[in-house]
């Protein structure tokens, strides 16, 4: 069976020797938009790019607002900002994610709390966030959600669309409604994935997305903000710009800012990518479709997306039976030079983390021990 996959691997990227797991590709106006900017020298945090490039991805998200950063984690550490998360604050997140949803959370200074996914999105599970708050959270007085347990309050709540599989949506949004939580995306995977016909990113108060370089389109390093509140766009602008106020020549600053601008440079990449993305998407999409039916034949089951969504498919995932087969897999898929990976160590079992309050994670820690993500780039000539 392992090597029947290595050989479909093979045949699905017969280009390549070493088969990556996601490869950025370009083959349209990348090299122009970029020369560009090095024709006009406005390389840095001012040029004509940035704009276009929120532009561009507000209008294909069909989010109001979009404020591009240096990278993904600096789009969600401000948008957990500015959902007014802070010191001592609690921010309830999936276990099974990126480290960089939890380092944003640390840097300000809260504490993650971790819930379980569910099986089928990968991603936060609305009956485990039900029943933690149940259990844990009251809204007092102040209109704010406690958490009886730590009596700190519970500011945010961070769904994160693993591997570009909308989290559902309506249920989280409900409960984060019925509570006072503000609703975070980390849509730092899901560039391309709709949920219910809505662009992930977009449900939320504020969302982050990344176009890191194993992202479905890159910037190099880049990330946005997605907002549809007008507000909170401007104040995202603001402090992600050192606070300046604007001014032709005086240097005045109303609070801390942070240098989170994404440069010019980054975001003609970006434009040039983001035109291509609608055919990476489908590209990728029948990839997916083709390692599923493969799957099928094989009785191997690939994570495929849910009715009320439409997955970007950034990484494809396959379902092993046991941790000795998802190692096995690993170790010999590598070797014969088909890249796989497990996903992320579960963020409660991390050393980092460990003091960190969490539900029973039997999902979490069945789904890491088993999956692996396998090669999954725009495949062309
Ligand atoms: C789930 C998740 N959150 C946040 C990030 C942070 O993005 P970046 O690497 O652009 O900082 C990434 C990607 O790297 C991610 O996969």
């Known amino acids: 069976m392992l090597e029947d996959f290595i050989r479909f691997a093979r045949k699905l990227y017969p280009q390549q020797d070493f088969i990556p797991l996601h490869a950025p590709y370009f083959a349209g106006n990348e090299s122009a938009y970029v020369q560009a900017t090095l024709d006009s020298t406005f390389v840095s945090s001012v040029g004509e790019y940035v704009d276009k490039f929120e532009q561009a991805i507000a209008k294909y998200t069909g989010a109001k607002h979009a404020i591009a950063t240096v990278n993904g984690t600096a789009a969600l550490h401000i948008a957990l900002k500015l959902a007014g998360v802070q010191t001592g604050d609690e921010v309830i997140t999936q276990s099974l994610t990126f480290i960089a949803t939890c380092n944003a959370i640390s840097y300000c200074n809260a504490q993650p709390v971790f ?3 569910s099986a089928d999105t990968l991603g936060l599970d609305v009956h485990s966030l039900a029943d933690f708050l149940a259990e844990h959270a009251e809204v007092r007085d102040d209109g704010v959600c406690w958490n009886k347990h730590s009596q700190r309050p519970i500011r945010a709540c961070v769904p994160m669309h693993s591997l570009g599989f909308p989290v559902k949506l309506a249920g989280l949004k409900a409960l984060c409604e019925q509570y006072h939580i503000a609703l975070v995306e980390d849509a730092a995977e899901s560039l391309g994935s709709y949920y219910h016909g809505q662009h992930t990113g977009t449900q939320g108060l504020l969302a982050a997305i990344s176009f890191n370089g194993n992202k479905i389109i890159t910037t190099g390093g880049g990330g946005m903000i997605l907002t549809n509140d007008e507000q909170l766009a401007k104040q995202a602008k603001h402090i992600t710009t050192t606070a300046k106020v604007p001014h032709r020549w005086r240097f005045e600053h109303d609070q801390i800012g942070y240098n989170y601008r994404m440069p010019n440079l980054n975001a003609a990449l970006g434009l040039a990518q983001l035109e291509a993305l609608p055919g990476y998407v489908d590209n990728k999409r029948a990839t997916a479709k083709a390692y599923q039916d493969w799957g099928k034949q094989q009785g191997l089951h690939f994570i495929a997306e849910q009715p009320e ?70 495949r062309h000539d």
């Open 115 to 117: 819930v379980d996914v």
């Open 309 to 378: 969504s439409r997955a970007n498919y950034w990484l494809n995932a396959l379902l092993l039976d046991d941790a000795q087969t998802q190692e096995n897999w690993l170790e010999q898929s590598n070797a014969a030079g088909v890249m796989t990976r497990p996903l992320w160590i579960p963020m409660h079992q991390l050393d980092l983390y460990q003091q960190a309050q969490h539900t029973p994670m039997p999902i979490t820690e069945d789904l890491a021990q088993r999956l692996i993500n396998v090669p999954s780039s725009v």
